[in-house]
């Protein structure tokens, strides 16, 4: 429509300056006589805005002109206060300027469009960390941004997964927050990496700028994840579950689960329900399923089954030689009345399944 062209114009001149009518033409796809026709129209209703002949000439306003006009249509304003008001954590000390500029947002945006804005910043909320864990700390992170807000290369000693240490003299890229976790994105000795901000023990903002050619930080953080993602084989496990803890096995297994939550099928006359879960390594798998004790048990892949009785038997051998109650049996008071006894272990989730949010 020829308000929203006329209103795009606007508020380019107004951020850009002076513009050539072949460069408003291109961007706004349409001819470059329209376009004289829209900077007529717009000096008629009262815009300053006039052209200039000659070789450094263009379509310009008069200096100091501003409008209030924020070109925001209602569903713009809706995305931009949710997105922006209440979903970014504020560890990178921005909470306060972040809310005072939301403020600002719903304040500029035409008065019919204020009470979805409004609305939004209400009504949606984004919480960065998963169910049953808590967020690790990053002491280090201030220290870390002021090298990326500088452009300094940056001094760390970085402590590994496998709990060694590393000192890194990196050139920082720029941060990425992903599911709660910050990560700083940079380049060591030629080659583009990744460091967890939470596992930098020690930084130091060097007086050396970062070197290297400009780089656009999405396109680098997707060919990395790509890389880290494809480090893995994804495998397909097929496991019997209790029927009362199929809901909690698919919560509990969630993050480390690849694709939607299957349906579950009907439990066979014992109780129990089948189900086939792609998890991303054999390792998440085991870590996901072993915290859900014998209310789970895993068909295929042997490996798995492997790696989940070996881990059982290192925890038996850690804890059995201390255990108090070693040779004791803990009864359900039921058995004595149906004339047998049996070792009765917790049930697996039991206590989990208490606590865990329920699903709407």
Partial sequence: MRS???????????????????????????????????????????VPVFTEQGRHGGITMLPGYRTDMTGLTAAEARALVALTGRAVPDDLGM??????????????????HRGAAEQARQRVLVDHAGWYRELPGTPQL???????????????????????TADFLLDPYGLVVKAGLWYVVGRHRGTERLWRVDRVLDARVTADPVRGPDVDLAEVWQRLRGQVERGREPVLVRLRVKAPLVALTLRVTEGRREGPAPEAPAPDDDGWVVLDLTFRAVGAAVSGLFMLGDGVEVLSP???RDDLVRTARAVLSRYEPSCPHRGSQLTDPGDSERGSVTPRRPAAGAEAAQLAPRAA
Wanted: charged fraction near 25%; avoid cysteine.
């Fill in 4 to 46: 929203d062209r006329l209103l795009s114009l606007l508020l380019m001149l107004q951020s850009r300056g002076r513009l050539t009518a072949a460069q408003v033409a291109r961007e706004l796809e349409v001819s470059v006589r329209t376009v004289y026709r829209d900077v007529d129209a717009l000096s008629a209703s009262g």
């Fill in 95 to 112: 909470g306060s300027a972040l809310a005072s500029a939301v403020h600002k947002l719903v304040a500029a945006v035409p008065a019919s």
């Fill in 302 to 304: 042997p490996e798995v």
């Fill in 142 to 164: 201030e220290i870390v941004q002021d090298a990326v807000w500088q452009q300094r290369r940056l001094q760390i000693r970085y402590r590994h997964g496998d709990l060694r």
